[in-house]
């Protein structure tokens, strides 16, 4: 089935030490989305591609930053994680001019 | 600044009950209304959407209710199932481009 996947679901890394996370999609999709979703909050965007242009959010820090080699492929990096960006971190993906966003299952960020 | 309201924050219905969430939207810009839902542990799906040409949408148990000149819309969810139980976020976007969430409502249906 075509869908958005995120590896890996549960992630744990220290303070301060470098984190990726990826996504992968077979929907053939140019668009993807990045959002970050703490407990009981709504997803908070951070960033997207439209194809290979990268539109950043006004508030999204400069501690997150994010790769598309690809169509199917986008990666989050998070380069020092704070025990506040612990959280769910979802990635979606629509069709350009499309309503509809499909979001993958996200990953679990742990901050130790 | 949340550019879309959404009310209650949980609410608790009977199996068999109608649930109902309301949400609320100040940019009269936005032309797409989708509602999101989402169990724990995953990622949120589209359930329903409507566009502002349309006052109604209806879909099996689930109908959107949209007043326009109130700039309000709303989620009913009829003969509530405890497979229901869920956080249900509405949105809005403008030329179906980014989603503006509301804060989300969590309902859990008793059986």
């Known amino acids: 089935d075509a869908m958005v996947i995120q590896n890996p679901r549960y992630q744990v890394t220290q303070f301060g030490k470098p984190v990726t996370l990826s996504c992968s999609q077979t929907?053939?999709?140019?668009?993807m989305y990045w959002y970050q979703q703490k407990s009981s909050q709504a997803p908070k965007l951070l960033f997207h591609?439209?194809?290979?242009?990268?539109?950043n959010e006004a508030d999204t820090p400069d501690n997150f930053q994010s790769r598309r080699p690809n169509t199917s492929f986008c990666f989050l990096d998070i380069r020092s994680p704070g025990l506040g960006d612990a959280a769910m971190y979802l990635c979606?993906?629509?069709?350009?001019?499309?309503?509809?966003?499909?979001f993958g299952p996200g990953t679990r960020l742990t901050v130790l | 600044q949340q550019q879309v309201k959404q009310s209650p924050q949980s609410l608790i219905v009977q199996k068999g009950g109608i649930s109902i969430i309301n949400c609320a939207y100040e940019n009269t810009a936005f032309d797409y209304f989708p509602w999101y839902q989402q169990f724990p542990g995953k990622g949120p799906a589209l359930l329903i959407a409507i566009r502002p040409d349309v006052s109604e949408k209806k879909e099996g148990r689930f109908t959107i209710s949209f007043n326009k000149s109130a700039k309000q819309f709303s989620l009913h969810i009829m003969d509530s199932q405890p497979g229901d139980s869920a956080t249900y976020f509405c949105a809005a976007s403008i030329n179906d481009y980014k989603l503006s969430f509301g804060a989300g409502t969590t309902v859990t249906v008793r059986a």
């Open positions: 591609y439209y194809d290979k242009d990268f539109n």
């Open positions: 929907l053939n999709h140019n668009v």
């Open positions: 979606a993906t629509s069709r350009q001019g499309a309503d509809t966003q499909y």
